[in-house]
C-alpha cells in the first residue's frame, strides 16, 4: 500500500498550491480520502475529505472557500486545489485513506506560504 503526494513548495501569499495523492496497493475507489496537514508545534488536523464516489466533501472552517477536494478513481489520485494561501496554511500536508478500520497515510508534503 502506498499514498505518495506530491506538489507542495514555496508559495506567497495569495498564490495557489495543487497538492496530489496518487494511491496504490488497495481498491481506491472505496475509501474516503482526507487530506490532513500539521505545522510545527500543532496537532494535525483534518483539512478536507471527500467521500468515495466525490459526491459529498467536508472542509474545515479555516479552509472553506479556498481549497477544494476532488478525485479521480480511474487514475487513483486524490487532490487538494489551495488557492487563497496564508501564511498560517504553512504546514506538512498529508493524504490519508480510510475504510471501516483500515486507513493509509502518506509520507506527507511541505507547503510553506511565505513572502
Known amino acids: 500500500v502506498q499514498l505518495v503526494e506530491s506538489g507542495g513548495g514555496l508559495v506567497q501569499p495569495g498564490g495557489s498550491l495543487r497538492l496530489s495523492c496518487a494511491a496504490s496497493g488497495f481498491t481506491f475507489s472505496r475509501y474516503i480520502m482526507n487530506w490532513y496537514r500539521q505545522a510545527p508545534g500543532k496537532e494535525r488536523e483534518l483539512v478536507a475529505a471527500?467521500?468515495?464516489?466525490?459526491?459529498?466533501?467536508n472542509y474545515a472552517d479555516s479552509v472553506k472557500g479556498r481549497f477544494t477536494i476532488s478525485r479521480d478513481n480511474a487514475k487513483n489520485t486524490a487532490y487538494l486545489q489551495m488557492n487563497s494561501l496564508k501564511p498560517e496554511d504553512t504546514a506538512v500536508y498529508y493524504c490519508?485513506?480510510?475504510?471501516?478500520?483500515?486507513?493509509?497515510w502518506g509520507q506527507g508534503t511541505q507547503v510553506t506560504v511565505s513572502s
Open positions: 471527500i467521500t468515495n464516489t466525490g459526491s459529498t466533501t
Open positions: 490519508h485513506a480510510k475504510l471501516y478500520a483500515a486507513n493509509y
